[in-house]
């Protein structure tokens, strides 16, 4: 009954659908590779002083570098790679400073491998000592081996609904170094991702430095502007 | 590290046996209004600095206004975009344009989650093959028609 040109149209149509799908499928499957975001961050310390600092923050998984674009206080930028800090003012590289593993583990890299939940600690020498849970948030301690070191120093890390919460250090003598709160979290195609960190900081005489961390305007896997930043390119120093 | 992919999911089934309650759950909560107090007065500036500048989240968006311009580097100076290298090749996407380039052209060419570089290592792939695929049929017709 059919003609045999009925069947070469149903078996294109069939080749066209199984390619829309596989096109659909892929790019719902795609991994996050970029973001960006505005941020701002507040610090008061413990002597009354306090600071902001106002811009723009880019990351590009393949190309390894987190550039922050300030505006304010005054314009210059800051490149993290994963063994240094840079800073650069009107184009010149005006100080450099060692960082092993920061972009490691900052928060957009983790983020973006999806291993914020743990803080990365899954993929590092430490080992998960102790879970327990607290109403809704899971509190998980990690320690380094007793065989690499002999000290109390350990972190706490907490997690509400499968997010990271929070993140507390203690030193080699069992005191708090720092809290980490990671706050309002956001999707944006698919990431998840803290809109405001509040950290405590604190020193020997017991007192404490505070920084507040604000994000907004998130942007995943933008590639419609600021190529320039995606892939800053530090002048020669 | 494998030890931590085992303890994670087989501490995490023994989670609901476990005590309720913690001393450790302290760390995790801080006085709100105290910090809001502490850190009101830079909330205030950051208002008036979006406020003086105009610079807010909408007009962050789709601009690009800082490297150039606050730097104080000439812009013509600086190159929008770096050019395109061996190193910038997104070799799946160029996989893409050269073994299937039907298929290539929905996944890459006109996905707009894909970046630049992406789509012109595609497009690359498909001028490579098309240029070989043109070289193949001159070289087969060249020789078929050199046979006695």
Sequence with gaps: MYTKDFYIVKKHLLIILLVFLASGHLAVAQPHY????????????????QSLSMG????????????FDIYYPSPHQIVLTNTHVYIIHQGKVTNTS??????????????????????????????????????????????????????????????????????VTFDEDGELVSRQLFENYTTVQGLSFPRRVVQFVYTADGSKDQRITTYSNIMVNNSTS??????????DH | MKKNFLTIPLLLLLLPLMAVGSNHAQFFSY?????????????????????????????????????????????????????F???????????????????????VAINKQKPQRSKTSY??????????????????GFASSTVP
């Design chain 1, 34 to 49: 970029r973001i960006q975001a505005n941020f701002s961050v507040k610090e008061v310390k413990s002597d009354g002083s």
């Design chain 1, 56 to 67: 723009r923050v880019f990351y590009d998984l393949h190309h390894g570098k987190v550039v």
């Design chain 1, 98 to 167: 060692k960082a092993p593993n920061m972009l490691s583990f900052s928060i957009f890299n983790l983020s973006m491998k999806g291993s914020l939940p743990y803080y990365g600690l899954q993929d590092t020498p430490f080992e998960l000592q102790d879970i327990e849970r607290v109403d809704s948030m899971v509190i998980s301690t990690w320690q380094l081996p007793e065989a690499l070191v002999k000290s109390r120093s350990k972190l706490l890390l907490s997690q509400v609904d499968r997010r990271l919460q929070g993140l």
């Design chain 1, 226 to 235: 600021n190529e320039n930043m995606y892939h800053f390119r530090l002048p």
């Design chain 2, 31 to 83: 006085d709100k209004e105290a910090v809001e107090e502490t850190f009101s007065q830079l909330d205030q500036l950051e208002k008036q600095i979006i406020l003086q500048t105009g610079i807010n989240n909408e007009s962050l968006s789709g601009k690009s206004l800082m490297y150039s311009d606050l730097t104080g580097i000439n812009a013509s100076s600086v190159p929008v975009s770096p050019l």
């Design chain 2, 85 to 107: 290298g061996i190193n910038d090749m997104d070799w799946g996407a160029f996989a893409w344009g050269f073994l299937c380039c039907p298929v290539g052209f929905f996944v």
């Design chain 2, 123 to 140: 497009w690359i792939g498909v001028i490579a093959s098309s240029v070989l695929s043109a070289i193949s049929t001159i070289a087969s």
